[in-house]
């Protein structure tokens, strides 16, 4: 990482900031494996119209999480990044209410 | 003592300042000093870590809900639904205590105690003995 030179800061030798961009990358890996058995859920039943709608939400709140992700990503690849905003905690957890959610409705 | 929830009037009111400080996340960074940059990475990484949690939560009960069909319905749903609604306060909790960890560390508290983890392993120790029976016997529907 050259962040640390370009910012005029020294690196810091336990790499937070990198563990912590990982850390966003296996969660929101995570979020694809919920999505996908979600969306697998949704077409037990075959491509129905309800079905396909189901699977356009669920891509929806795969790719806000991912967009949220990508923010804090950019954000954390300086050697000194700034916290974590309230909004990007929130979103994250919303998507992951929202899968739980789609999920009890698709229950049968 | 300081920020442990006091049964009653207490309580609530704590939860409630809490889900206020979820929506106004200026807030918190009026209040004490910005600390070390790695305990809030550490902390974001915490929640991190609770929302995988969560997410796999989630995933286990659409699994069940999927690749178990040879057990009785009204068991499968019941397993299904404890996972999905366990997921979701998983993640209700890890925002929660993300807030709570901020604040504390900005004001040189001691961090929160929860018995939510203990909470969380029984629930999936009853949860995953539940399974294991259910597909041992094969109680089929």
Redesign the interface.
């Given at each position: 990482m050259t962040a640390g030179a370009r910012d005029g800061y020294e690196r810091?030798p336990?790499l937070?900031?990198e563990?912590?961009r990982m850390?966003?990358r296996?969660?929101t890996l995570?979020?694809a494996?919920?999505g996908v058995?979600?969306a697998?859920?949704a077409l037990?039943g075959g491509p129905d119209p309800l079905a396909v709608l189901v699977v356009a939400l669920i891509a929806l709140v795969f790719l806000a999480f991912l967009g949220a992700a990508n923010r804090r990503i950019h954000a954390l690849a300086t050697a000194?990044?700034?916290?974590?905003?309230?909004?990007a905690?929130?979103a994250?957890?919303a998507c992951?209410?929202a899968?739980?959610?789609l999920?009890?409705g698709?229950?049968? | 003592m300081i920020d442990r929830p006091r049964p009653g009037s207490g309580a609530l009111a704590s939860a409630a300042a809490n889900v206020r400080l979820w929506f106004a996340p200026q807030r918190i960074h009026e209040e004490g000093e910005t600390p070390d940059y790695r305990f809030t990475l550490a902390n974001e990484r915490t929640f991190l870590a609770w929302l995988r949690t969560s997410l796999a939560l989630v995933g286990g009960g659409f699994a069940v809900d999927q690749f178990l069909p040879h057990i009785s319905r009204p068991l499968r749903l019941t397993l299904a639904l404890v996972l999905l609604v366990g997921g979701a306060l998983c993640a209700v909790r890890a925002v929660n205590q993300w807030v709570r960890c901020e604040r504390a560390m900005r004001r040189g508290e001691d961090l929160p105690i929860s018995r939510f983890p203990t909470v969380l392993a029984l629930l999936l120790a009853v949860l995953s003995a539940v399974l294991v029976l259910a597909v041992a016997f094969g109680w089929a529907g």
């Open positions: 810091d336990g937070q900031p563990r912590t850390a966003w296996r969660t995570s979020c494996v919920a058995l979600a697998r859920q037990r000194r990044p700034p916290a974590l905003s309230t909004r905690a929130l994250t957890a992951t209410l899968l739980a959610a999920g009890a698709l229950l049968r | -």
